[in-house]
Structures are given as C-alpha cells and as structure tokens.
C-alpha cells in the first residue's frame, strides 16, 4: 500500500509506481509485471482503477499484453 495523494487520480499513482519498476529493473524487459488482481492487492485499488493502469501503460508502448498469459514489460528500445 502507498499513501495516494488526494488530488491525484489513483490509477496515477499507481502507474508511476510501475513505471519506476520498469525504469530501475525491477521488471526487465519481457517478463511480466503484476496482473490487475495483484495490482488490487498490493495498493487497495478498485479492479477498474488497475484496468486504468495497464491500458495507460499499454497506450504508453511500456508493457504488451498476451491474452491468456498476461501482461509484460516491453522489449528494450535499445535492443537491436
């Protein structure tokens, strides 16, 4: 859990907390970051506020979704 600040929207928060992870290698590319279930428990979040978080960090070129497997990082920009 994190003390959310009152005048930011949550799903915010919570996805600049992800989008850390990704920055400092606590998630590498390609390996999976934290379903919307493990989102809800981590942070006490509503199941659509980490809908919001994924679809941001999607749209964001950040993480990929594969259907049935789950979501992860993207592959580093630097690669190739």
Known sequence: ???????V????????????RIADG???PRTRV???LALQQEFGIATATGQKVHRALREEGLI????????FV???TSEG
């Open 1 to 7: 859990m994190i003390d959310f600040e009152p005048d």
């Open 9 to 20: 929207p949550r799903w915010r928060q919570v996805a600049e907390v992800l989008r850390k």
């Open 26 to 28: 606590t998630y590498p």
């Open 34 to 36: 934290p379903s919307v």
């Open 64 to 71: 990929y979704t594969e259907p049935g497997l789950g979501s």
């Open 74 to 76: 993207s592959p580093s």
